[in-house]
């Protein structure tokens, strides 16, 4: 494809997303396929001979699109949004034209220095701490895929982190391997063998699976501390330190704990100075804050207090929220914000010699590829700048408090309606309710209830109208099976979320009358 | 930014993107700029109200461009290409469009099916065996970001595997702790205390900094085996089983070997039988073959057998090759291709509560968040569906073809200069060499040759109008230093190489004047 076919298939690439979005509100929200539908239409081998590019955009739009879930679509409340922005797609092409791996400063200075600026901006967007910002030349952010990938990387910085606070303690430690060493590392293998086995990652049993997948991937023991309804199912500092307490005296080694400003189920937000006062009193420990849904809603003033902004800025070693869910940028784009950035060089650095340049060598660049676990790494910060200078500040509050408005008005009618309940207090764009048709305020673990709304659930999910993700809230009181909506899409509107809700009115309502 | 504005703005970008590539060959190689360039030219904090997107774009063409690296360059030859097509830039443009986090078949499925549809259509272009195929149930591909996240992938998965044969064979172990579990695993703490840090990843001097870094990250030991220069530094079986045997005496556990088709430092292809015939004497051994930037060439039959390709396709447990280099397809789009799935599967797997779905638990989807580290993942495969029915297989080929002629080209002008010679066998798309003005043929270490070429290299690295990676070739002989060029770019021509190889002639011949 030459210059001018690019333009010709570009243009109607672009007319195709126009007509994608134009549509968008008669497709159904969720893919209406069976599991296979694509293997089965398409050949199982690559054409001998390239093909009209036309033809094959027609095949795109014929065969790929009917299996879109579409997160962008307006009645799309599952999970958490997943926004893109025509800003930020525009962004992706500008990343996709001058395509590299990114993994020196000279690999292209814009790319390392484009990040740097647009981290500190949303730094300065969500008023966190000043070492948070690159120029503190202390902490500073990166941009990493996932909110998942950023506890992975956190935890392995935090592991290498308490096994030198370790050694520095126990320099004449007698056991294990004597021979051989980590690479890079000055950590001597005895101290790891020792030690490498017996540290444990915390959080709660509401903290997202992020966490159990590091310590799984990791090969380290993860503990959930316990949470309570009463407490509207955030970790409190006295419950993770009675965990901790008794790990320490079986001889386990406290090194991360996971604090979070919105959690999946309820969009909970725990404790975080009760959490990171317990953090203070064991050195080993580093405390990961992960706001990976919510973080985006710092940018709005007074939302700041109930998110404990505040206690992150004083406690928080690490922070991390994605753009790429309630902030406007498509998928993928991790905010990773660290306090002391050394946490994670001196963990993740590696320059051998054909990466070696004479800018690094001069202390002069940042190399981000020492920050991250990959070498080569995406130029994502492009569509972060589209997005921050399209929308400024006040557009993207804006956006973040008309989510908030909407669950506000569909908790409203939650409130008072006679068969539902609201189970927990709205948190931003998200509620989080029940079929009760009793409206028993005792019912809370009630197997009759978990069952009908497990039903609910199951019918809903037979629908491909509307997307409603499940939720088991688990706490000292019991299980209790429950449904969540949130509005926080960017095309989601007032008509939506009541169009929503009346479907899951409707599913109600038939589900009780099945049962009588 | 509504439809219509959209549309203005992305027929916007396309031209601008048009104008870049019009005028590519007009800039310099690398970016002219100096650290802090862009740091200094924006403003340290996003706008307050929204700017109007034109502005905005010229501003990424006024600020950015100038710090890019220009890698689609016909003359980049430094490191590996990254090349990005128009194909695959319109590709990322549909991606960006329907942007989602695809970690769920629900999540959309044609996210998960058309990967699966293209990584299948990539195992038959590169003819790997039957088992490699997912439609085999019993392998299969995925998209991972880059070949070290590959690696580092297949090392906690081959780490898992290794421990569930060492705890199959010692089920009474009584040392260590005895409490706790990783969650998700059945493997007893007990015996990841006696064994987690003993074990052992294995690659050659000359494999890529992904091996060591896999090892610092997992706080593991790296041992990199020497090779020699009369074996043009590829990895021999019996110095690997030498260093594996020692290790064993000394109690430590081999788990992971990594071979290399197709070395960053000269192109080397390690001996792939011999590797996995010592692989299969060790039960715990997982062989892993990295052909990041070589495995493409998988495509050309012809290419095949001295890229040892039966080799590997008889021997490897797992297998990468990035579309993101030489393979036509934008950065990031790494494939890893597995004989048995389950030994990422039951290393990987997490599926809470919020992520089950109907499909999965009927088995009858794949979830491919439980074959890699992230939860999220991006929707790569339409770039590389674009690619490959634009270009056909006869096309790839053709691009493959295109980039080994120019070589052997370049090779030949080399092997007849007066000043340089070439100091590997000419490997795919790239030539190794150094100048040396005595031509003398025992001179492999000489420390003077060495400071010469350390000097023509700086040399060349204060130019703009090139970018040249040298290389330290480490071997039993000694260390030689040497300048490596790759033309493997998508609009490298002969004109271009010509072009750079002038330029290098005239740095040596400037060098060899300022000594004398």
Redo the contacts between chains.
């Keep these: 494809?030459d210059?001018?076919?690019?333009?010709k298939?570009?243009?109607a690439?672009?007319?195709r997303?126009?007509d994608?979005?134009?549509t968008l509100a008669e497709r159904p929200v969720?893919?209406e396929?069976k599991?296979?539908?694509?293997?089965n239409a398409?050949p199982?081998?690559?054409?001998?001979?390239?093909?009209d590019?036309e033809v094959?955009?027609s095949e795109?739009e014929k065969?790929?699109?009917?299996?879109?879930?579409?997160?962008?679509h307006g009645k799309f409340t599952a999970?958490f949004p997943?926004?893109?922005?025509?800003?930020?797609?525009?962004g992706?092409?500008?990343?996709?034209?001058?395509?590299?791996?990114g993994f020196n400063?000279?690999?292209?200075?814009?790319?390392t220095?484009?990040e740097?600026?647009v981290l500190?901006?949303?730094a300065?967007?969500f008023d966190l701490h000043p070492d948070f910002y690159i120029?503190s030349k202390r902490g500073g952010g990166v941009i990493i895929?996932?909110?998942?990938?950023v506890v992975?990387t956190v935890a392995?910085a935090a592991?290498?982190r308490a096994?030198r606070i370790l050694s520095e303690k126990e320099p004449d430690v007698e056991e294990?391997?004597k021979?051989?060493?980590?690479?890079?590392?000055d950590t001597p293998?005895k101290i790891?063998?020792k030690y490498?086995?017996?540290l444990?990652i915390y959080g709660s049993t509401h903290t997202?699976?992020?966490g159990?997948?590091a310590?799984?991937?990791?090969?380290?023991?993860?503990k959930a501390v316990p949470v309570s309804a009463a407490d509207n199912y955030s970790l409190r500092g006295d419950a993770l330190r009675r965990v901790i307490e008794e790990d320490i005296a079986?001889?386990?080694v406290p090194f991360f704990v996971i604090g979070t400003v919105g959690t999946?189920?309820t969009g909970a937000v725990d404790r975080i100075a009760e959490i990171g006062q317990v953090c203070r009193d064991y050195p080993t420990l580093f405390f990961h804050v992960d706001a990976a849904w919510a973080g985006v809603a710092y940018s709005v003033p007074s939302l700041r207090e109930s998110l404990r902004h505040a206690e992150v800025n004083e406690y928080a070693d690490s922070f991390c929220t994605n753009m790429?869910k309630w902030g406007l940028v498509?998928?993928?784009c991790s905010l990773l914000y660290v306090r002391n950035r050394q946490t994670l060089t001196s963990?993740?650095s590696?320059?051998?010699?054909?990466?070696r340049s004479?800018?690094s060598e001069a202390g002069?660049?940042i190399d981000y590829r020492n920050w991250q676990?990959?070498?080569?790494?995406?130029f994502r910060s492009?569509?972060l700048?589209?997005v921050?200078?399209?929308?400024?500040?006040?557009?993207f509050q804006k956006h973040i408090q008309r989510g908030v408005e909407l669950s506000s008005r569909l908790g409203d009618m939650i409130r008072s309606s006679a068969r539902f309940e609201l189970v927990t207090p709205q948190s931003l764009s998200m509620v989080v309710f029940r079929l009760n048709p009793g409206q028993s305020p005792n019912a809370l673990a009630s197997d009759d209830l978990n069952k009908l709304n497990s039903k609910l659930s199951s019918r809903l999910?037979h629908r491909s109208d509307v997307f409603i993700?499940?939720?088991?809230l688990g706490s000292e009181e019991g299980n209790m099976e429950v449904l969540r909506i949130q509005t926080g899409g960017y095309r989601t509107t007032m008509e939506d979320v009541l169009a929503v809700w009346k479907v899951v009115e409707e599913e109600g309502e038939a589900l009780l009358r099945e049962r009588e």
Tied chains: 1, 2.
């Excluded at 599991?35 to 293997?39: A, E, K, Q, S, V």
């Excluded at 199982?44 to 093909?51: L, S």
């Excluded at 993700?469 to 088991?472: E, G, V």
């Design positions: 494809m210059i001018e076919a690019f333009r298939a570009g243009y690439a672009i007319d997303i126009c994608y979005y134009a969720k893919a396929v599991p296979g539908y694509l293997i398409l199982d081998h690559p054409p001998e001979q390239g093909e590019f094959i955009s795109f065969h790929v699109l009917p299996g879109i879930t579409h997160w962008q999970y997943s926004i893109s922005t025509f800003e930020s797609m525009i992706e092409l500008y990343t996709a034209s001058v395509s590299n791996p400063w000279i690999c292209s200075p814009a790319c220095e484009l740097q600026v500190d901006w949303c300065n967007l120029k895929t996932t909110a998942s990938e992975l392995i592991r290498e096994l294990g391997v021979t051989g060493r980590v690479p890079d590392s293998m790891r063998e490498g086995q017996r444990v997202h699976s992020l159990a997948k310590a799984l991937l990791l090969g380290l023991q993860w079986n001889g386990l999946t189920n790429h498509g998928f993928d963990a993740m590696m320059t051998p010699f054909y990466l004479k800018e002069e660049v676990l990959a070498l080569g790494r995406r492009p569509k700048w589209f921050l200078r399209s929308f400024g500040v006040s557009g999910d993700t499940p939720a088991m």
